[in-house]
């Protein structure tokens, strides 16, 4: 039998008393009470199956579209009866080494606008694709209905994924990896668009470099009769500080214009929610350390534009901590939780500087109540929370950014560094101390956003040490002051080149984000077919599924028999 390349069907014909004609190239021979049916590739299927003597001999043609996006159909026809058509919802796989000779050509496309026009990130774009589809539709062009990369389903829009579907589809103490169960909505072969990749967590490394700028305005302040530091490194800093803002802001708002959809489910995310306090807190750290030269005193209206997100943020993590349910602090107890405490105390430093009272004694409280809490939570390290890998144990530092500054802001707030504020401050040394000494459990991990964890915590402590010489002077405090000092400057540069380098040279600092591509319902569990009698022996099957063939099986309805196609 020949089959035209131009055909998408297989021509039918009817089979002599010896031999079944299938599709394309292929041929079932019959031979007693058996057949086999041998496939354009040489690759056999044998399936002994047995026909009754009386039975009517039937034709099979399977079809094989030239596009995946077209129906699979296949045709029945006996001698004495028309064709019927009956589709069926089967997958071939045709990326084996092998393709069918007579397949078109297509023309070389470019990978990087191929990667730009895939449909299947439309589900996370402001818009979707409607308007897209409505263009194309206007041209006269008409698109597949029922293709999920053309038409992505639409039931994720608006769709707030609960914390319940993290905990189920995700894995480990920051909730990032995948569980072997669950299958993510966009592509794992590929990279993905840049702004899908880039993360909230970016922000971390604002609050590093613009808390250098505080550093460094401190000691210039601080050691005038000790060391001789200009002013111009604060106003350089703060100017870093501020392009750096800029560009990390800009980057994530583009992301918040075409892709809300992730965007918003970092916002659901149960761990991932605690880094959108930290653009208020940079924003904070730029107040605080800003020029003199430049301004003398901000306006009070700042520092309550500056606090109202944060305390908007914190009357739903908070609320969240407390009424209990799956983001209950003892589920979802991390140290980027310090995040959503530190800003309390940072707000009260930049409040008290500013000449407030109520505002600042106000957060202070409130971040003080909760970072007990916090604290205990984290330290006592429930059963039910999983132990942080590697990878993550740079944000164990952030153990010591909020008692770092609270000293500070209480020590505005009271105007001395009195007791409570010599009590912050020395939780936050021994803290800190009990880190440094525990070298091995820093080292032998791959660089990760999660390293700028170091520099934060490590300035806030340089800052309260400078202000704690300044009331009690000797040359231990003075020479501690310095060495936190450089030893802070030191990393926030270090990590800065690091930074860039894996940015910009080996462009691997934001790997696909799969926190926030998992799918809103659980994957169903896929049946593997079973049909020992009509699919060969059990030894058979197992090396089918072992292999990775996908398998076709087509039921022949009048006559009860089963035709098992392998596919390569």
Sequence with gaps: MENGKGSPEAPIRYPGSDQIVGSDDGAMKQSGSSFEMMVPNGNDVVSPIDIPSQQTTQSVSISIPQSPLDAKRVFFKDKDSPAR??????????????????????????????????????????????????????????LPRNDPEINPPQNIQGESLSADRFFDALQGPELETLRPSEEIMLPEDKKWPFLLRYPISSFGICLGVSSQAILWKSASTAWTHFIHISLRVNYILWCISILLFAVVASTYLLKVIFYFEAVRREYYHPIRVNFFFAPWIALLFLAIGIPQDLHAHLPHWLWYVLMTPILCLELKIYGQWMSGGQRRLSKVANPSN????????????????????????????????????????????????????????????????????????????????????????????????????????????????????????????????????????????????????????????????????HAFVLRDLFPNDIGIAISGQKPKAQRKWYRRNTCGSAKDIEHQVNSGEKVVQVPVISSGLGVAVRVV
Aim: overall charge positive; some cysteine; proline content about 5%.
């Design 85 to 142: 058509n009956l589709n069926f919802g089967c997958e071939i796989d045709e990326t084996g080494p092998e393709k069918t000779p007579d397949r078109l050509t297509t023309p070389v496309k470019n990978p990087r606008m191929d990667a730009m026009k895939d449909n299947r990130y439309n589900s996370f774009k402001t818009w979707s694709g409607r308007l897209e589809r409505q263009l194309s539709v206007l041209r006269g062009k008409s």
């Design 338 to 501: 310090h995040l959503a405490v530190v800003g309390n105390f940072v707000g009260a430093l930049l409040g008290a500087s500013m000449g407030l009272k109520e505002g600042p004694i106000f957060f202070f409280a409130v971040g003080l109540a909760h970072y007990m809490v916090l604290f205990v939570t984290l330290y006592q390290r429930l059963p039910t929370n999983e132990t942080l890998p590697k990878e993550l144990h740079p944000v164990f530092f952030l153990f010591v950014a909020a008692p770092s500054v609270a000293s500070m802001a209480w020590a505005k707030i009271s105007g001395s560094f009195d007791y409570g504020s010599r009590l912050a401050y020395f939780i936050a040394l021994f803290l800190y101390f009990s880190l440094v000494v525990r070298v091995n459990f820093f080292r032998g991990f791959k660089f990760s956003l999660a390293w700028w964890a170091y520099t934060f915590p490590m300035t806030g402590a340089a800052i309260a040490t400078i202000r704690y010489s300044i009331e009690v002077p000797n040359i231990v405090t003075k020479g501690l002051s310095l060495t936190l000092a450089i030893a802070a400057t030191v990393t926030v540069t270090g990590l800065l080149i690091t930074t860039i380098v």
